[in-house]
């Protein structure tokens, strides 16, 4: 494995498990120094111990916690390179506009999109010391595309990461700091597999949309976040940058 990553340290929200834990694996597998915030203390530790790194509790919606997740960060290993926000969540009552009450559309927008600004604030201020950074803010397809199988507050989250880490890639350009928005498709984690296990038919109607006829691995969305962190992708920035096995470019896929 080529190792981008040799004496860099990465912060990766949400790494205890699913797109996190596998890019988690990946950076640490290319010499990154990986610091894992999560609000789950067993699987978080247990992911630490596996890459090698450090476990910071820390939930992603208060303030005064995401700061001292960067804090310890650059206090133990002395720089953060690269940010990965990408702690989310979907709950089954975010729905429908009709049905979704104003307490689940502000639960999801605390954990998907505050989250995001909290993180952003609180790391820039390192990479403008440093003079470099990377930060890469999870997304999703459906901040660029409507579903008529809607999670009102989850699509408007990712709708506002993608707009705001816009917004930032364009602001700190000339001081060395790229800033991506990441949208994955559909990825097989397991939360997605428990959902459509239950429902065969909710798996169809979405899969007929992926021109490449399935949902996409972790590790396939880890080697996109393990790019646009690395120098590889030095001239990107502000962008969508898209992992969706091209549902956003189709119209009438293979049979
Ligand atoms: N799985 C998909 O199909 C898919 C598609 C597009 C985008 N995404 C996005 O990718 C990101 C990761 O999703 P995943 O599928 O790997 O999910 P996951 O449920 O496997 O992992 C999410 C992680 O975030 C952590 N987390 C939740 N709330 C937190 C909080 N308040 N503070 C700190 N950590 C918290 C959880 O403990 C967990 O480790 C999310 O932002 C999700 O919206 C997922």
């Known amino acids: 494995m080529v190792q981008r990553f040799e004496g860099r340290v990465a912060v990766i929200t949400g790494g205890s498990s699913g797109i996190g834990l596998a890019t988690a694996r990946r950076l640490a597998s290319e010499g990154a120094k990986v610091v894992i915030g999560d609000i789950s ?9 596996e890459v090698g790194g450090l476990f910071v509790q820390a939930d992603v919606t208060d303030a005064d916690q995401v700061e001292a997740l960067f804090q310890t960060t650059v206090d133990t290993f002395g720089s953060v390179d690269v940010a990965f926000n990408n702690a989310g969540i979907s709950p089954p009552e975010d729905d429908s506009i009709l049905t979704t009450g104003i307490d689940a559309w502000e639960k999801v927008q605390k954990v998907n999109l505050t989250s995001v600004y909290l993180c952003c604030k609180a790391v820039l201020p390192h990479m403008q010391r440093q003079g470099k950074g990377s930060i890469i803010n ?17 699509t408007a989250s990712k709708g506002g990461v993608l707009a705001m880490s816009r917004e930032l890639g364009v602001q700190f350009a000339r001081e060395n700091i790229r800033v991506n928005a990441l949208c994955p498709g559909p990825v097989n984690t397991p939360l997605l597999k428990e959902l459509f296990a239950k429902d065969p038919e909710r798996a169809a109607r979405r899969l007929v949309h992926v021109p490449v006829g399935r949902f996409a691995e972790p590790e396939e969305i880890a080697a996109a976040v393990a790019f646009l962190a690395s120098d590889d992708a030095s001239f990107i920035t502000a962008s969508q940058f898209l992992v969706d096995g091209g549902i956003s470019g189709a119209y009438v896929t293979p049979l």
């Open 138 to 154: 999870t997304a999703s397809f459906v901040a660029v595309m409507g579903a008529a199988t809607s999670q009102i507050s989850y």
């Open 41 to 49: 203390a067993e699987q978080g530790k247990a992911a630490a111990d």
